[in-house]
Every structure is written in C-alpha cells, then in structure tokens.
DNA sequence: CGATTCTTTGAAAACAGTCAATCTGTGTGG
DNA sequence: CCACACAGATTGACTGTTTTCAAAGAATCG
C-alpha cells in the first residue's frame, strides 16, 4: 500500500503505529483514469477519498449545461461530496479525475469508527474541516470582493503547484470566469511585466 | 438569563439538565448598541458569541475602503472571526450589530472544556461546523455560476427572515454587487410580475 | 425640524460574456 | 511516419451587464 496516506498523517497528527495500521486496514485503494468520474450528479457519495496520486476536480452543472468548479485536489487532499457523505442523500456535485488518480476510500460508517476508536484522528478531522471552513470563507471575500484579475493573482499565490498542472479554461471556471476572459487577463499581466 | 440557548440547544441536541446548567453557567451576557462593534480587524476574537436578540455583520474591508459583508448573523446565529478565535492571531474581520443586540460570551478554553466534558456538545459542534462548511461550499457556487439576480433571488429564498431587517445596501455587499445594482434588479423584478 | 442613513435615478465608462474563427500541441490509428 | 482528430488556448468584433459618478428623493431618528 502507498505510504503517502502514512506520511500526511504522521505530519498531521501524532497517532501509534497500531493506530496507523488500523487506518490503513480500513482503506480501500481505487484507481480513476483520466476523464473518469469517482462520482456523479445524483448518485449518493459513499467514501470519504484521499488522494495518493493524480489529481480530480469537483464540479457541478448548472441548468444551462455550464460546468462550475467547486475545487481542485491534487495529492493529499480529499476529494468527496461532503453534503451526501454525510446525509446520505444524492450528490449535487460530479468529481473527476484530471490525470490517472489513485485514491485511498473509506465508508462513512468506517470513518465513524475510526473517529470513535482513535481520538487524534477525530481531532485531525476536527482541524481540517474547521481550515477548510475557514478557507471557504476566505475564498468568499476574495470572490465578491476582487476583480476577475484579483482572483486571478490570489489563486496563483494560494495554488501555485496546480499551475501548469491544470488547463487554464478550468481555473477559470474555477474563478467564475469565461476562458477567454482568463486568456485576456494572463496577457494583459504579460504586457504589464514588459 | 435569557432562555433562548436553553431552547436552542434543546432544539439542537440532547443535553441533561445538569449539561446545560454547566454550558450557561460559562457563558458571559453582553450587550452591544446598534453601530458598536464586538471585534475589529486587528484585535485578536477572543470569544464565541451566540446571538441571542438582534442581529450583526461579519465583513471585511479592502485595500480601496471598501465593505465587503461575509455574513450577517441574527438571532440563534454565532458570530465570530473563527480563524482568529483558535489561532490566536489578529482578526481579518469586523463585527458590528445592525441593531441593540444581546450576546452569550464563551472564551475558547472555555468552550474546550465544553466539548471534552460534554460529549453531546462535542457532537453538535462538529456538526454545526460541518453544515456550515456545506453551507460555504454552496453559497460558493450560486457566486461564481449565477447572474447577479440569480443571487439575489436565492438568498431571498435562503433568508426570507433577513429582508426588510437589513437594509439592502448591506444586502447587495454580501451579494458582491453595488447598492444601486441591487436596486435595479428589484426595480426589473417588480416590472416583471405586472 | 435638521441630520443621517438609505434608496433610487440617469448617463457614461469599464468590464466580462458570447460567438465564431483560428492556432497550438498532443496523441492515435492507419 | 504521416494524417487526422481532439483538447486546449487565443484572437477579434460585438453584446450585454455591472460599476462609477453625481445627484436627488425617501425614510428614520434625535
């Protein structure tokens, strides 16, 4: 099995070695090729994912067709429809693999577990959704209070290593823009640095 | 002291008497006049503040002077920098009451001790955090994929409770529009139905 | 009443979206 | 190895939406 899942944990949070076997007894691995869906619009998210390798995006449809990124989860990031992992109830969300992506699953019923057994990883989940809350929240300000270059700037700070990584039309979605828009603002940037 | 957190958590979670009689008996009422503020950016949040009578604004200012409202926060609600309050560093945000609002103080260590004597409390933090994590996510992506009036539309439907309390101003700030914005989609929304 | 605060209006300018076409690089199959 | 298809990026002209600025009209509060 893939130690990346042991190393982000070890860098995470302080658990045994009895407790880090009992984690990783539990996963279960699954390969997602390029363009392949891990999860679709409708159907119920069962497995919280963590990423070992590759890289997804979570999106989701708006009526007229158009695809809006909800976020980007590379290596060490997990990657779920946390609305219907919890609820049980159809996701509204899609999840796809960028490139060749393997991920580590657990059940819900698993995690409950796992959080019941071992209390630094109840408190490790604790901190993660509370940052990402917190992210969310900051990415609100950025998105209602920037400019389309603004955004633009911030997501190069705060993603640098998904740059180059990931197809611009897709960071624009991600950025509520168009991809020409995306276009003429990274070359208005270039014409500034001359 | 006032009975609105009895209820509340009542509404919200299975306590014993003698659980709730330790939750009330931490807090600290305050109170805080219309246009006073509860925390500026800068100053370190240094409580958990849950509303018990009125209402308040989270926002933020940008580099131009300009507010942007992260959200509004009325009775039942907690209002509070979160990213502040548990890291301990200088607030981003501002919190200020739109109306004479009353307030229950938790300090954090507090609030620690809370969840590690109170397991039920425990649970219905993580949960709330959770929902409004979900909450973030979404409100993220009506942002960046609706038109302006689209936004504007679902949060009529999301705060039906908020609209004619808060003055739209504040309203459009949170939308990420302008005020005289805002007033034109209304103004084309009321066309619309005649 | 006078002073704020809030809302609306109009006209012009800035901004972002749409549509259609082209260009680039990559990879696949013949 | 070439030809072709395909995904991605760019460009130009045009349209539509939103902001900006300036002003004035309601509403509320002391």
Not at 8 to 21: G, I, R, V
Not at 45 to 63: E, P, Q, S
Not at 77 to 83: F, L
Request: glycine share 4%; proline share 3%.
């Amino acid at each position: 099995m893939s130690n990346a899942l042991r190393q982000y944990l070890n860098d995470k949070a302080s658990l045994t070695e009895a407790e880090l076997q009992t984690i990783e007894s539990l996963a279960t691995p699954a390969v997602i090729k390029k363009r392949q869906h891990l999860l679709r619009a409708g159907d119920i998210c069962r497995h919280h994912n963590f990423i070992t390798k590759g890289c997804m995006k979570v999106y989701r449809l708006a009526d007229d067709g158009s695809e809006h990124i909800i976020k980007f989860a590379a290596e060490n990031w997990w990657a779920n429809d946390r609305e219907s992992l919890l609820s049980g109830r159809p996701s509204n969300s899609y999840i796809a693999a960028l490139e060749d992506t393997e991920v580590l699953q657990w059940t819900n019923p698993q995690f409950e577990h796992l959080f019941q057994t071992i209390p630094a990883f109840d408190a490790l989940f604790k901190r993660l959704v509370s940052r990402a809350l917190d992210a969310s929240q900051n990415r609100i300000y950025t998105t209602i209070s920037g400019t389309a270059d603004e955004r633009y700037r911030q997501f190069l700070q705060r993603y640098p290593d998904l740059i180059g990584r990931i197809p611009l039309h897709l960071i624009a979605s991600y950025l509520g823009l168009t991809r020409e828009t995306l276009t003429r603002i990274r070359q208005a940037e270039r014409a500034e640095k001359m």
